[in-house]
């Protein structure tokens, strides 16, 4: 058999479990991987290497049914430290993602010895393996067979990142080939135990609810879906599996959390049995207060990683280590539920939707601003079905985004990393989701703290003319500190705005720097012809919220600093500000019941 560089090898390894695009930094550690690579897959350069991984994880999100995935490639050195906060996003947030770094000869690598040998040597190994499911370094070529099995992710699995560091003479060294390998799609199904005990539950239940989590696959959602409404389950979902189902479905109730929709907070603190399928249930979803979380049910936590399960928060009831979706669908094919046994249940939820409005009419803004959770409410019925949308992962476009969003259901998505929350994710995840579903808009809504952190890729948006709208709020800095600042230390400000010594661009002339078209919302007529007509263009376009710094985020979980018990959160049914008595006593009917 005819050898070749065991680059070229690692390269049609990749084109046969379904590699596409490659986001990278050009190196000189990496120089034959790029020439490899180049030749089989789409390159996409970007600035920072914590791009490349940011836009690979939202691209293989994005493009999770179709099975197309893209890889980071990052240079030794500095390449890979400036890739760390991507690798830790994805692994916090169970998204699959293939990093390939570079590194300097076998010969070159110190090994303990020195702090640094060869030019650029770091021991990427060492400090990415905390944070990746599989890690690696490959000093001289392996066979097709390993790297095979090395990299591939079962849909059945829980995903993160997998790192593999080449040796530069490696990546050079002639090898064979050997024949293609078949891929092994071992699937976790649940037990009979399991289905039992969890019809028997859905059987006695009067109040149950489905939390939807992104573990549940989304070829399976729809037939899902479709049997809750059957079997009268109310379905709420995660922030990462809120694109699951349409905003309007009729047993859909909103998206609970610690910064989540009211109503959603009220429902699921009511249920009798909560199914919570495919999420870790961390504090995020439960709120800090977790021994509060759905005091008045039986949670059943269904996911393929039992060291979630048995973290010691919040209380599991019934604990399931297998596949959601397997699991959910020989329940519900089993039960002789009806939808008669809840039809007082989703009364009371259609009721509570009803009354606790979403946008929360109690966020007034300023004339001179616009009220962003109103102009994100309407916004988002711009958005395609078959769009992506990017609500960037901490502060105020996050929070915003996720509370107001009116989504259409699959196969548009929504795609977040409120794990890692960090700033700076928006514009890179957006790039990625942009090269996933190059036919249709991609829209980002990110603060103007957070755009700042990875403005420099706004270049590779315009190199690519990608049809991605960005929406930056405008609100001098970074709002979610400065709330911090106000609320608990007196308004003792640092680090937050413009006066506390943050700088921050003129996004026209920005706009300008990189040829792309720009806005600026008028307050008085947010939804002007000019926008409209712009919103239906396939062009970049980069457009200014102007915000009220002192705007308020509400509703939101009120904590509090005690001396004795350090910080104290309230449940996640106990939202700020507080509705008015007799609708407060209305919508907490189960609640109430349980405190008399």
Excluded at 226 to 231: I, T
Excluded at 564 to 574: D, T, V
Aim: net charge negative.
């Amino acid at each position: 058999m005819t050898e070749a560089k065991f680059s070229d090898l690692f390269a049609d390894i990749l084109v046969e479990l379904g590699y596409t695009h490659c986001f990278l930094v050009a190196g000189g550690n990496i120089m034959h991987l790029i020439e490899s690579l180049s030749a089989r897959l789409t390159m996409v350069p970007v600035i920072n290497e914590v791009a490349t991984v940011i836009a690979a994880e939202y691209f293989n999100e994005v493009n999770r049914v179709t099975g197309n995935k893209a890889l980071a490639l990052v240079t030794a050195g500095p390449g890979l430290t400036n890739a760390m906060t991507g690798i830790a996003g994805a692994f916090s947030e169970s998204r699959e993602v293939l990093i390939v770094g570079g590194q300097v000869k076998r010969s070159d690598l110190s090994r303990g010895s020195l702090r640094q040998k060869g030019i650029q040597e770091i021991d990427g190994l060492a400090i990415a393996s905390p944070i990746c499911i599989r890690s690696i370094r490959l000093e001289e070529p392996t066979s097709r067979k390993f790297l095979t099995d090395f990299i591939f992710q079962p849909e059945c699995s829980r995903k993160g990142p997998v790192f593999i560091e080449f040796c530069l003479d490696a990546q050079n060294t002639s090898t064979r080939p050997g024949d293609p390998c078949a891929i092994n799609q071992p699937v976790v199904q649940p037990n009979k135990m399991n289905v039992d005990g969890l019809v028997e539950l859905l059987e006695s239940s009067k109040r149950p609810v489905l939390l939807l989590g992104s573990g549940v696959r989304l070829d399976s959602v729809p037939v899902l879906v479709e049997n809750a409404a059957d079997l009268g389950i109310p379905i709420l979902s995660t922030w990462n599996g809120a694109d699951r189902v349409r905003h309007d479905h009729p047993i859909y109730f909103g998206r609970p959390n610690n910064w989540g929709q009211r109503h959603s907070n009220l429902i699921l603190q009511q249920c009798d049995l909560l199914i919570a399928a495919g999420t870790r249930l961390g504090f995020q979803q439960t709120g800090f207060n977790y021994q509060e979380f759905c005091p008045l049910a039986k949670i059943v936590h269904i996911d393929l990683d039992i060291a979630e399960i048995e973290k010691g928060h919040p209380r599991v009831d019934f604990p399931i280590v297998a596949d959601a979706a397997l699991t959910l669908q020989a329940a519900f094919s089993a039960t002789n539920r009806t939808s008669q046994q809840s039809s007082e249940w989703l009364q009371f939820c259609s009721f509570v939707k009803e009354q606790v409005p979403v946008p929360d009419p109690a966020n007034i803004a300023d004339s001179r601003f616009v009220e962003v959770f109103g102009f994100i409410h309407k916004l988002s019925d711009y958005f395609g079905q078959h769009d992506v949308v990017i609500p960037c992962s901490s502060g105020g476009g996050s929070t915003v985004t996720m509370q107001v969003i009116r989504q259409k259901g699959l196969p548009q998505r929504i795609v977040t990393n409120k794990g890692m929350a960090s700033m700076g994710y928006g514009l890179p995840g957006a790039i990625g989701a942009c090269f996933a579903r190059p036919d249709s808009k991609t829209w980002l809504v990110d603060g103007d703290g957070g755009i700042i952190q990875n403005l420099q890729e706004f270049g590779v948006v315009a190199r690519f003319g990608l049809p991605l709208k960005t929406f930056i709020i405008s609100n001098n800095g970074y709002a979610s500190i400065r709330s911090t600042q106000r609320n608990y230390f007196g308004g003792h400000y640092v680090g937050c705005d413009p006066a506390t010594g943050l700088h921050l661009p003129d996004w026209k002339m920005l706009s300008a720097t990189y040829g792309i078209r720009f806005m600026r919302i008028d307050p008085e007529n947010p939804f002007s012809v000019e926008l409209k007509a712009e919103l239906q263009t396939a062009e970049p376009g980069i457009f200014e919220i102007p915000v009220d710094p002192e705007q308020t985020f509400y509703p939101k979980i009120q904590s509090r600093i005690s001396i004795e018990r350090g910080m104290i959160s309230n449940p996640l049914h106990e939202m700020y500000p507080p509705l008015n008595t007799d609708l407060d006593r209305k919508v907490k009917r189960y609640l109430n019941e349980r405190d008399q």
